[in-house]
């Protein structure tokens, strides 16, 4: 019989004791069992090491920094502990569905691919109902285009061979986009493939989503533009980037006003 490929799940921590526990049980509840979890604790000052250490599995790998370092930097250094075939991602607020890595895994073996992303549930702390992040097919095989038209993959849902990252990571100095950035390259040179069915729960609360880090974000995504429109100009069409753009300022006016 073969052996199951084992998975590599990084979590990133920053104090993030909030949801810690039910997102480290989203992965211990996985059908799929082989899976490692590589968790970096960044500095935190609050109950995330002991949360993390109260479950007495030996898949569940701990590091942590002696300074605080910036996210995508930590992503890195923890991909480099990672032992899987396969890297995934979920933050200390998010969920993902008991089928996610067995469903991912099965169309790696039908498409021997590389990238694998889903859509998922979009979940406001202050709201009852979770909502579809993407209302219509995702897009699959050379998707740069649909990326720049309408940006839809969620860290939190997707599954990378480790071999990419061999040549490949998360530019570190960013705060916000290091995952846009890298996913956007990626597909330029590899074909993605989608699971239409949402397998991952994002969580919107208040320490996540601010008019701080919205702020953040378009700066980022500006710089982002400025750095890269000439590269992608002869191959893409950057018109819908400019526009998000645009969106990203009116919402950043309206909540500094409000």
Known sequence: ??????????????NGEKYLKESILSVIKQTYKNWEIIFWNNKSSDKSEKIVKSFKD?????FKSNKFQKLYRTRNLAIKKSKGKYICFIDTDDL????KLAAQINLFRKKKCKIVYSNFYIK????????????????EGDITQDLLDNYCIGILTIMIDKSIFKSNKFND??????????????SIRHRIYAIQKP????RVHSRNFSSRNLGLYLEEL????????????????LKQVKVNILKLKTKKIIKTLF
């Open 1 to 14: 019989m073969q052996k199951l490929p084992l998975v590599s799940v990084i979590i990133n921590c920053h």
């Open 58 to 62: 030996k898949r569940i790998k701990y």
């Open 96 to 99: 993902w569905n008991k089928n």
């Open 124 to 139: 406001n702390e202050n709201m009852r109902k979770s909502y579809l992040s993407y209302n219509r097919s995702l897009p």
């Open 173 to 186: 100095r960013y705060n916000v986009i290091g995952d846009f950035d890298l996913f956007l390259k990626l």
């Open 199 to 202: 397998l991952a729960t994002f």
């Open 222 to 237: 500006q710089s982002w533009f400025k750095k890269n429109r000439f590269k992608l100009y002869n191959d893409f069409n």
